[in-house]
């Protein structure tokens, strides 16, 4: 029982899911490893959501929206986390949840699914019958009707090498990433240097009022997004947490 009054309680409660996810089959040993290097960054950044990830996950809602075939694209550690808010961003901008894994087996991804619905996703793709071309690993087993054929895709915990390939298939990449140093961060068109517990609650509430507003508003706000600019603010914050106190 982890009291409330723990300073690391946001933490240690999320650190947890992943162990229950682990012990479901949901989660990966890599997934845990993954989970730690993200952590770090989070703790530079305060384990608050900073100015600059709030403007991409506005910029991010705003794709998914003027979007024809948006799809979430979910891994394991994003499912034992945030399962059932992915389940109300998904009905919110109609966007179909897809699992989609790094270490993929029939089994996982069954697994990873009926996860899924039990948390309350309803639309919920894992057919795992077609593939993207020009990724080796077992990443590119995707549903025919969700990553093979969407516009926009958006991923969390992302491998460089999908990322630079969906954008090389034509799709927007949207990417929740807390390293803005990585190739996924470099390589994907709009970057949420965020934790997913956060982002994803966060981008539900951004979706409800956007969905009120026009067209014009939502490719304005996309169109003046500068993902580079974003990026170099939160490798400044970095920079700025490293700094000897005046």
Not at 158 to 163: A, I, S, T, V
Not at 181 to 189: C, G, I, P, V
Request: hydrophobic letters at 45%; glycine letters at 6%.
């Amino acid at each position: 029982m982890i009291p409330k009054s723990h300073p690391r309680y946001e933490s240690l409660i999320t650190r947890e899911k992943l162990v229950e996810g682990f012990r479901e089959g949901i989660v990966v040993p890599e997934g845990l490893i993954a989970h730690g290097r993200g952590e770090a960054f989070d703790y530079i950044f305060g384990e608050k959501t900073r100015d600059f990830a709030l403007e991409a996950e506005k910029a991010a809602v705003a794709a998914m929206l003027l979007s024809e075939k948006p799809v979430i694209s979910v891994n394991g550690n994003a499912a034992a986390l945030v399962a059932e808010r992915l389940s109300e961003l998904s009905e919110i901008l109609k966007a179909p949840l897809e699992v989609n894994v790094f270490h993929w087996s029939r089994e996982r991804v069954e697994k990873i699914a009926k996860w899924l619905m039990s948390k309350g996703c309803k639309n919920v793709l894992y057919a795992g019958d077609a593939e993207i071309e020009g990724i080796e690993h077992l990443r590119r087993i995707v549903d025919s009707r969700g990553i093979l054929v969407a516009d926009t895709v958006m991923v969390m915990l992302e491998d460089g090498d999908r990322c630079e390939i969906l954008r090389r298939h034509g799709k927007r990449v949207i990417a929740i990433d807390l390293n803005p140093l990585s190739r996924t961060a470099k390589m994907a068109d709009i970057t949420i240097v965020n934790n997913v517990v956060r982002a994803i609650p966060e981008m539900i509430e951004i979706a409800k009022e956007f969905t009120k507003k026009d067209e014009e508003f939502l490719k304005s706000l996309l169109e003046n997004y500068d993902n580079r600019e974003v990026l170099s603010r939160a490798l400044n914050a970095i920079a700025s947490y490293f700094k000897p106190n005046d």
